[in-house]
């Protein structure tokens, strides 16, 4: 069966197989054709251009209907194509998405595997997201220092979806923040069951960053809209040495007032 090569390899990336690609085109050039005529012209055996066929319609590219008691099949209009495009389109979305999620597992694996510091950068506003993504992958406390002046003015609507899906997912997060108004509010507003923030009275400057320590991993990320830049650390030395900095510092701390 003779076919227009650049039409085939256009309808094969919109999803259809060689066969089904073959056949369609087939129909485009012969317009409406029973199945008797399919089988002699196609070369293909009878079971096999049925299930092409079946498929065609099922997806709304091709019609069926019956003629003297014998099958007939025609293309439908073209723009029937947009569909299947549209859902190739969102299937190569969600592959996307499925393997940003297991990048952070696959670096894990090969730093354990390799036995070398893993470092990832992400760059954008894409950066917190990936950032706080992957500290949902935590089995234990997340540490963070954190510029609570800035994520309140620049980055609370993603702070909010976070922290939700944090308490979802009951992980706990211990936080310590320079003693301020505006650190006491926060902490008031915390489930303490989710949320521990402890206060230090050290007049710390605005950094604009927030640094969280889980597991064998150190992340960072900068605050700037204008030029967001996240890191993520993994090795077992350089988490353990933070952690226990941070220990340190949770030590001499003050527990914040609990809600009434």
């Known amino acids: 069966m003779k076919t227009n090569t650049p039409y085939k390899e256009a309808l094969q990336k919109a999803g259809l197989n060689r066969n089904e690609a073959d056949t369609y085109l087939y129909l485009l050039e012969h317009g409406k054709t029973p199945v008797q005529q399919l089988l002699k012209d196609t070369g293909l055996k009878r079971g096999n251009l049925y299930h092409i066929l079946y498929s065609l319609r099922d997806q709304g590219l091709v019609i069926q209907s019956e003629e003297k008691k014998k099958l007939h099949f025609e293309l439908n209009d073209p ?10 389109h969102q299937q190569i979305q969600e592959n996307i998405r499925e393997v940003e ?15 070398k510091p893993g ?28 510029d609570l002046e800035a994520v309140t003015k620049q980055h ?9 899906k944090r308490a979802q997912l009951k992980k706990k997060k211990r936080i310590i923040l320079s003693d301020a108004p505006i650190s006491r509010e926060y902490a008031l507003a915390q489930d303490s069951a989710i ?6 009275d050290y007049p710390l400057p605005s950094f604009g960053t927030v640094m969280q320590m889980y597991g064998s991993k150190i992340s960072y990320l900068t605050l700037n809209p204008s030029g967001m830049i996240g890191a993520i650390i993994e090795d077992p030395q350089i988490a353990q040495m933070h952690r226990s900095l941070f220990e340190a510092a949770w030590s001499q701390a003050r527990p914040t007032p609990q809600k009434a």
Request: glycine content about 2%.
């Open 156 to 164: 609370s609507e993603m702070n909010r979806l976070f922290a939700k």
């Open 101 to 115: 999620g297991i990048l952070p597992e696959l670096t894990s694996a090969y730093t354990l595997n390799y036995h």
């Open 119 to 146: 470092i990832v950068l992400f760059e954008g506003v894409d950066a917190e997201r990936r950032i706080l993504e992957d500290s949902l992958t935590a089995t234990e406390d997340i540490l963070q220092y954190v």
């Open 195 to 200: 949320t521990e923030v402890r206060l230090i």
């Open 79 to 88: 723009s029937t194509l947009r569909p299947l495009l549209d859902r190739q």
